[in-house]
């Protein structure tokens, strides 16, 4: 959006913001990747579509470290994270202008992004200003968003495990996930210990990388804006938002609505708890075993 | 009841907090109570310091089951962390299921100091259960193999 641009193009030149994150065009099309541009000349290259799929969230968090503001642009799902990440006092409001952009929904090679298809809404959570036009506000398929988990709940034991066999085993361990996650943001990361012992690629195992997926999803449970970035980036396509959809499917069911970057509370569902809570027997009831 | 005729018994870790079940199972062992050999007993300060890591740890070496054994709710030597022990573990137990991991390698049960015979009586079913559904191949990882 011209518009996007060239609010940023002003903000720049009044000195108000020291640099821009946005996203440039790649190699083709289809490719847009996050960049910074610290200058009128760089942002030449500057560009916001349809295909600015990747949220800039992440970035804050060693942008925020930097002199002067950042101007960041953020979708609407991208400010949940952004949100959260101020809950975990990751990154500094102070040091961010952040532009609210329009979004009717991302792509890429492929079509409309998984993350797309079932969005959460076109609500900013945290903003300067909102740039969109009306069409950007239309409702989408936010009522979808559990039907894959459902699917697999509906599923034996045996065929679930069959199933992520199945996509866990293409797994290449490149941690792309874990490194675009905005809510993976430790210094000092458990896979990185090499004491573990699981820090590099599996050999064939029965049950290849389950342990990093598990932990992986597990490090964010109740933190996950279900923002979508790590099936997104997943270069062997493994829908790994399943993993942690259900989580956020379990923790609504289990302790009330919860939205990740919402609401002013920063306890998660998993660092409160009520008397009342159902006991951990309760999974050997539901669903299929 | 743990050995068959192949040999196989089953590795079963019990994290037990120190103030409640720890105790129970001293009362059980002092009370000539019998419980498999099979269940290796870790002691900590209370359930809410298992970190749900030592869990999967666990597994990837090799156990076969793993049981958490904390104060009824209400009980908790800190006030609350047995509270915070429950969700967690509800979320990570469920999550095992999701992936198809056999539900009944997973356990939480609240025994108190003085709960003694529970004590024995839930380790008797769990490795019970352990047994019937034998080694755990889905959660080990043989990187971790020592």
Request: neutral net charge; charged residues 25%; aromatic residues 8%.
């Amino acid at each position: 959006m011209k518009k996007i641009k060239a609010r940023a193009l002003s903000l720049l030149a009044d000195g108000t913001v020291k640099r821009v994150l946005g996203w440039e065009r790649g190699e083709d099309a289809f490719d847009c990747s996050p960049a910074l541009f610290e200058n009128e000349a760089e942002m030449e290259r500057f560009v916001y579509g349809t295909c600015a799929g990747a949220n800039l969230s992440k970035y804050c968090v060693k942008m925020g470290k930097a002199e002067g503001k950042t101007l960041v642009i953020l979708k609407p799902c991208d400010t949940l994270s952004f949100r959260q990440l101020l809950h975990e006092h990751r990154v500094e409001r102070d040091a961010f202008y952040i532009i609210g952009a329009g979004c009717t929904g991302m792509m890429d090679e492929n079509g409309l992004l998984a993350k797309c298809a079932a969005c959460k809404g076109k609500e900013f959570a945290v903003y300067d200003e909102i740039i969109d036009t009306e069409e950007c506000r239309l409702p989408t398929g936010t009522e979808k968003r559990m039907e894959q988990v459902e699917k697999l709940e509906n599923m034996t034991a045996q065929e679930r495990f069959a199933f992520w066999q199945g996509e866990l085993s293409r797994c290449i361990r490149c941690n792309a996930c874990r490194n675009v996650c905005p809510a993976c943001t430790c210094i000092k990361c458990v896979f990185d210990n090499p004491g573990s012992g699981v820090q590099s690629k599996a050999p064939v195992t029965d049950f290849e990388e389950n342990m990093f997926h598990i932990i992986r999803a597990y490090h964010v449970a109740g933190r996950c804006t279900d923002c979508g970035e790590c099936s997104r980036v997943c270069p062997q396509g493994i829908p790994l938002h399943l993993i942690n959809r259900k989580l956020i499917k379990d923790m609504n069911e289990l302790y009330g609505d919860y939205q990740a970057g919402l609401g002013d509370n920063e306890r998660t569902p998993l660092t409160s708890f009520t008397k009342e809570d159902a006991e951990p027997g309760i999974i050997h009831e539901r669903g299929n075993g | 009841m743990s050995v068959s005729n192949t040999g196989w018994t089953p590795k079963i870790v019990a994290f037990c907090c120190n103030w409640c079940s720890y105790a129970g199972a001293d009362l059980a062992g002092s009370g000539r109570m019998q419980y498999p050999a099979d269940v290796k007993i870790i002691r900590v300060p209370c359930s809410c310091r298992v970190n749900p890591l030592f869990i999967l740890r666990a597994f990837e070496r090799g156990a076969d089951g793993v049981i958490i054994c904390g104060c009824h709710p209400g009980d908790c030597h800190y006030t609350s962390g047995n509270y915070y022990a429950r969700r967690r573990m509800t979320m990570l137990f469920s999550l095992l299921d999701y992936l198809g991991i056999e539900r009944g390698r997973t356990r939480v049960e609240w025994v108190s100091a003085a709960e003694g015979a529970k004590f024995a009586k839930t380790m008797n079913e769990f490795v019970e259960t352990v047994y019937t559904l034998g080694e755990n191949r889905k959660l080990r990882d043989i990187r971790c193999r020592k």
